[in-house]
């Protein structure tokens, strides 16, 4: 039969232990009332008792003096005689009436009626009134013994009924409690299975299971607990399989799968890690971007995207996850070493095809042009002549695409930036383009700013961007549409918007326009290549710049390119003013080269000194000072890298500014290093070694809070440094595009931190660590580029730490006003 529940018990427990109590203690009280009740008849009845008596013993008096002094001769004593003794007898009676339940009482009233009886026989009797009242008198005493035994009566029947309730009352909380105790002991037992289950179930036991007994509510928790020990179980067994199944597939990977903790610890690898990098075991400390690192990747660089690296032989791609909790990263690390062997053969291939296709596409096109000059040709003929020469002239873009293309995957294309009016360079796009506009009847506007500030841009490649991005708007418009190129300067960068309404692309289009050979809406009109945009995007990338495209399908595309303004130091003009009386050592083997610098430099006002070799310049440069040289690097002898290597290494010329005059193309060879390329453009080079010179002067950038701002504009003032104020990475990214700084300093708190510290771009560095991390200790550290780790300072030692590093640059002889008290 079903168990009553806890709740049930208890109440029923409660109800019975009531039910006795409220019986005890009724029976309890109809003792005491019952006792004090008859208590107060018995005194009362002995009260009127003993009351009674004083009446009879007053009549008996009265009878007494009736006798003595009213004779029986007379009418009136006879009279006077009978209402006495009438007075007696009834006062008798009443006490007899009184002393019923009394015999003692009853036999003393008797009593005194036979003495008040021989009195009236014997009025004269000497001793007749004395025995008349003795019995009354012990009548009354009679009552006072009643009124103690009563008393006594009441006093032994109360301590009764106390006791009985008290009595009660203890055997019906003995029996409370052991009925409790039976209680809890009916409930102790299942709980205590069920916490030992608990515990065997958090051991690992999966298989426990406890009875289902006891009270309803122990049964419903045991049969709760069995069910959650049946899921744990059942759960426990889908986990292990399908833990299984994953370390069999992380085993099985052709992929490397490393696991880090948060030092960078290797933690754990499966078997193809020992494989591609066999140094990755866990233990150690060997991934990251620290020298001699078994995977020399930059960890916040893996975060972003795919990163590959050269390891035994193997090109290897890399990408990142942070954990949660920062818990650490995974590396997951990929041979791609066939996928960068089909690369390279295809680039290979693309440039060997396009170099070779170029030979007999000129002498095609060459002569094309020559026949359709011929005289006395048909229309016929003409027509056909005409087809050719689009095509060829078609062939010919492809192939100059597919170059540019091959150059910028082998990192061939050079950047020459300058500053450049780019009102003229958009003036000579459109002109060029202006005749095949009229042809399909398009409108084209021009809207470029009279007060447009130059931007630091190549002319030669930025023509080209201008040039495709006007071509896919002429091609991709109806006759009659309306094509615009807008130019916009804002605080730091210069925009260059160029509009279309043509048919415009989807979505889907616009997210892959900047893939290689892709065409919007899938080209099946014939017009594009599908690099132009590639290739646009790669210059853009390459000028520190970025593209943006908005389109809407039947609304038009628009196009936005954005580039950093070509600012020196504040005003271009200053370069030019920092040569005047100047000395320049002109280094160069070529003397007509080193006779045609001087020329451009002396019409600046420059003094200028050529010599034709290294060794001859660094003999010079010891023997006597000059503020600055110019410097060819594919030299013979000791070349300009041998020589920019001793200048640099040399305390006395570490801080000399060298610009670099030269077709050399190693670009990373000379980083920090002010580069003119060959042919020489006489305005770059002014320009540059311009900038070169004002670089000298001490320049810091800060990029902080406005509250952290504070505190460093009070440590760098203490040692009087000057600096210029950056609130974010955009900010910093702009003034280093416009000004050339030795150091960097950027606060840790920043939002964006590691984003300001990677576009620290320190043009006017001479010396490493440029870049430091102010560190507030009052809140957390964000993750910062491996590049600026072990720079971090407190804000308060900011400025000391800035002084030590420029100390060896002060001392060196630099020019006054360089920021410095």
Known sequence: MPRLSIATSFRAALLGLTVVLAIVAALGVAALYGSRQDYENRLSDALQLQTSAGRVLAAGVVEEATLRLSPVSTAAGRERRRRARAAYVQSVAAARDLARGDRRSLALLAEAARAQAALRRAPGARNAPLAARAPLVLLTSRQDDRIAAARASARHASRRAFTAIGVGGGLAVLVAILLVAALVRAVRSPLDELVAASRRLADGDRGVHVPEDGPEELQLLARSFNAMAADVQAATERLESERRRLDLTIRSLGDALVQLDGDGTVTAANPRAAVLVPALVPGTRTAG?????????????????????????????????????????????????????????????????????????????????????????????????????????????????????????????????????????VGEVTRLLEPRLHQRAQELTVDVPADLPRALLDPARMRQVLTNLLTNAHLYTADGGRLAVRVRADRHTIRIAVEDTGRGMSAEDAEHVFDRFYRAGGGDDGAGTGLGLAIVRSLVDLHGGHIDVQSALGEGTTFTVVLPYAIVLGQAAAARDALRGKRVLI?????????????????????????????????????????????????????????LRAIRSDPALAGLPVVVVSVFSGREALSGEWVVGKPLDPEELADTLGAALLASRVSVVVAARPDVRRRLETALDEVGIVCDWASDATDVAARCAESFYEIGVVDSGLPDAADAAGAMELRGRRHTRGVLVAVDDTRPRPPLPAAVAGREVTLDDVGAVILGLLEPLIHRGRPTGSGID
């Open 289 to 425: 971007d620290d020298a001699g690192a078994a995977l020399p990747v930059p960890l916040d660089a893996a975060l972003r995207e795919e990163v590959t690296t050269e390891t035994d032989g193997r090109t290897l791609a890399v990408t990142a996850a942070a954990l949660e909790d920062g818990g650490g990263h995974v590396l997951t690390v990929r041979d791609v070493s066939e996928r960068a062997r089909l690369e390279r053969l295809k680039s290979e291939f693309v440039a060997t095809a396009s170099h070779e296709l170029r030979s007999p596409l000129t002498s095609i096109k060459g002569f094309v042009e020559l026949l359709a000059e011929t005289q006395g040709l048909t229309d016929r003929q003409r027509s056909f002549l005409d087809i050719v020469q689009v095509s060829t002239d078609r062939l010919v873009d492809l192939v100059n695409d597919l170059l540019d293309v091959a150059r910028v995957e082998a990192g061939a294309v050079e950047i020459h930036r300058r500053p450049t009016d780019l009102a003229d360079l």
């Open 587 to 643: 280094v160069d083997d070529e003397p007509e080269i080193a006779e045609l610098v001087s020329e451009r430099l002396g019409a600046l006002d420059v003094q200028t000194e050529s010599v034709l070799s290294g060794a001859e310049a660094l003999a010079r440069l010891r023997e006597d000072r000059f503020d600055a040289i110019t410097l060819d690097i594919l030299m013979p002898g000791m070349s300009g890298l041998e020589v």
